[in-house]
Every structure is written in C-alpha cells, then in structure tokens.
C-alpha cells in the first residue's frame, strides 16, 4: 500500500487523424492497451525524469474532446478510481484499461459511438503522484509537454499499424492544454460566451457565472445547468422593421440550437429562466386559457432551413389580438413532436400545427394571426 495518498495529473495523448483514414475503432483490447501503455510510459519518462516515481494509467479508448470535458470529468475518474485499486508495483507501476468481448472495464470508460467521427481524437491518461511528488511533477508536465510533447515514433507507428489509421499529429497534452485548446477553438466558430458557461461548470461548479449570447440573450450557470433568459423577451426588446426582427429572432433559436447541442454533448443540461425544458425544447407559459374564448390552437413559426423556430399557443382575442399563453421553442430535430404534444394535452386540444410560413411578429413580439 502506498504511504501517501496519490494525486492525479490528468493527461491525454491527442491524435489528429487524416480524414481519409480515420481508427478502425473506438477501444483497444487488454493486450493492445498494455503495449501502448509501455510506449506511452517510455516517452513520458524522456520528458519528465522522475515520472518512474508515480503511477501512469492509460485507458485504451479514443474520445472525442466533448466526451472528456463534462463536469466532474467523470472518464477521468473512472481511470483514476480503477488506478488506484492496482497494487503498487505492478508492471513497473503502468497500468492499462483494454476491452474484453467489446466491453470496457467501466461504462464510463466506452466512448460514444455518435462522437467518433470527429478527427482530433484523445486517448485519455493519469499520472498519480505521491502527495510529495505531485506539485513538481504537475509543473514539469505543463512546462514540458506543452514544449516536448510530441509522441514518440514508436507510438505513432504502433498506433497507425494497431489501429489503421495515419496520424497528422500525435502528441501529449494535460487536461490544461486540453481546456485551452478547446476554448481557442469555440472562440474561433463565435462561441466564446458558452465556453465561459462549460469552464464555470467544469472547474468551479459552485460559483454562479452570467453571460450574454453572441446576440444578447442572457445566459446564466448556477446548480449544474445553463439557464437562458425568454426568447421571445428578447424579441420585444428588439427594434425595427417587422421582418428585421422576425429574422433576428430565427437567428437566435438557430444560435440556441448551437448551444443546446454542445451543452447536451458536454452533459450540461440548458433550462429557460423562467419556464420548463425537457430533451431538446424549451417552453415558457405566459397565461392561462380563457374558458369564454375559442379553444387555443397551435402557430408553427418559420424560417427558411430552420424549419420550425417556434410554436406559440393563443386563443383568439376578444379585442381583435391574439391572446398568447405560450411558446414552445423546439431546439433538436427530434423535439418538435414532444413539444406539440404536451402543448395540446395542456390545453386539451388536437395536437396539430397551423403553419405560418414566416416568423409572425406584432410591435408586441411573437403574435400569430388574429383570425384562426
């Protein structure tokens, strides 16, 4: 047994696959896992001397880098957890995960089928350090292998061969370097408001953090989730032309979408301020039904190749104007039927939809027609 408690240094070897030949699979079997870990082990100890001190454990699994960055990294303390229940001292003190039978030793542990076309794909790693060693070993990681991090030809070759792939790059990375990388690239694509959300989430899950949208929706973390602000408040925030703001409106729900996709592959849950959510719509209720107007009926907002951006459930006003109760605001393909279901048994009504064709717009927001 140890006589100081290990301290992981979470790790990955990163690997940028030619698009014309990407892994032949997601895992490595047992075998496979502990030859690449004795390569592994041979190049990390080039670059940090006194790594032979520590435990490495390797998980013989490729992900992609949404799949390792969701709170509490939870593949990473699989690794570690199975890590630590090996008996000091054995195989020299590296440990591998492989696959037996297709079959991980942990769930966590088997990458998702659905991310595994992505071309930068992570083998994750730990380093588990006596309590003594962990700070200078975690210094010399960041300074080094950001600097000398490369893979080792051995390892390249050993994992192009294994897996029949070709490697562009193939180099080591600490979760640090992982999480910097990831930010650089959400900057790059406009996304910089929902990183500041999944970093809060990922590194200091018990403090609150707020932002606004690349359009100005505000958007808060607080309690594991992402919280956004009305949809349709910020339409009638909105100045202009009616098809200005219909327009920008479309914009938002397609920014949404974006948000709610990444935040769902990170396994962050995206609620709205102040209504419900449930897998891939949002839904706010502004009013209940007049039992002395028509039955409410259902509005399918449009826009071209967004499809859907909105479902607004109103009843027919007695001065003329729609009398709005509710928007529904599909953000997933596969949500717009759900979404229209629960509208109709709320209000007891067949669940079909009165397609607009446009984004309907009144100087108020969101309106359908008054005469349905």
Do not use: K
Not at 18 to 45: C, K, M, N
Not at 130 to 138: H, K, Q, R, S
Not at 324 to 330: N, R
């Amino acid at each position: 047994m140890d006589a100081q408690p290990l301290i992981a240094l979470p790790a990955v070897l990163a690997l940028e696959c030619a698009p014309d030949a990407p892994p032949a699979g997601v895992t490595l079997s047992r075998d496979e896992a502990d030859a690449l870990a004795a390569l592994v082990a041979e190049d990390l100890q080039a670059l940090l001397p006194r790594i032979g001190e520590a435990r490495l454990a390797v998980a013989g699994a490729l992900f992609d880098p949404v799949e390792l960055l969701r709170p509490g990294f939870p593949v990473w303390a699989t690794l570690d957890e199975l890590a630590r229940r090996v008996p000091r001292g054995h195989l020299e003190n590296v440990v591998a995960f492989g696959s037996h039978e297709g079959q991980m030793p942990a769930p966590a542990l088997l990458p998702d089928a659905a991310y595994a076309g992505g071309a930068l794909r992570l083998l994750p790693l730990s380093v588990l350090a006596p309590e003594a060693l962990a700070e200078t070993l975690d210094q010399e990681m960041e300074v080094q292998i950001v600097g000398r991090g490369e893979a080792g030809e051995r390892t390249a070759d050993w994992l192009m061969r294994t897996l029949g792939m070709r490697l562009e790059h193939a180099r080591y990375l600490s979760r640090n370097d992982l999480l910097a990388l990831t930010c650089v690239q959400y900057e790059h694509v406009n996304l910089a408001p929902l990183w500041a959300l999944l970093e809060a989430a990922l590194l200091t899950p018990y403090q609150g953090e707020s932002t606004l949208s690349a359009r100005g929706l505000p958007l808060r973390y607080a309690d594991g989730a992402v919280h956004a602000g009305s949809p349709a408040a910020w339409l009638a925030q909105q100045r202009g032309e009616a098809a200005e703001r219909a327009h920008g409106f479309a914009g938002l729900v397609f920014e949404l979408r974006q948000y709610a996709a990444l935040l769902e592959a990170h396994r962050l849950p995206l609620m709205l301020e102040q209504g419900e959510a449930d897998a891939g719509w949002l839904l706010e209720t502004l009013a209940a039904p007049e039992p002395a107007l028509a039955p409410p009926a259902l509005f399918a907002h449009e826009a071209p190749g967004l499809g859907t951006v909105a479902i607004t459930a109103a009843q027919a006003g007695a001065d003329g104007r729609p009398r709005v109760l509710a928007h529904g605001y599909p953000l997933a393909p596969q949500a717009l039927g759900p979404l229209v279901a629960v509208l109709a048994a709320r209000y007891d009504i067949e669940p079909t939809l009165q397609a607009l064709g446009r984004v309907a717009v009144d100087d108020i927001g969101l309106a359908p027609p008054t005469r349905h």
